[in-house]
């Protein structure tokens, strides 16, 4: 079974979903969790 670390750039995602909000005029939401399963597949997790 492949194994997987994921990485994830809080700042920038933070800044991306600002500037989303701000052209959409809503509020972006993002679920952690769900967008590690989504990047993780079917791959063992070792750390995110």
Do not use: T
């Not at 194994?3 to 993002?30: E, T, Y």
Request: hydrophobic share 40%; net charge positive.
């Amino acid at each position: 079974m492949e194994r997987v670390m994921i990485f994830i750039d809080g700042s920038n995602v933070l800044h991306s979903a600002n500037r989303w909000s701000a052209r959409n005029k809503k509020q972006l939401r993002i679920d952690y969790l769900k967008l590690v399963k989504s990047l993780c597949g079917d791959r063992y997790l070792v750390r995110s």
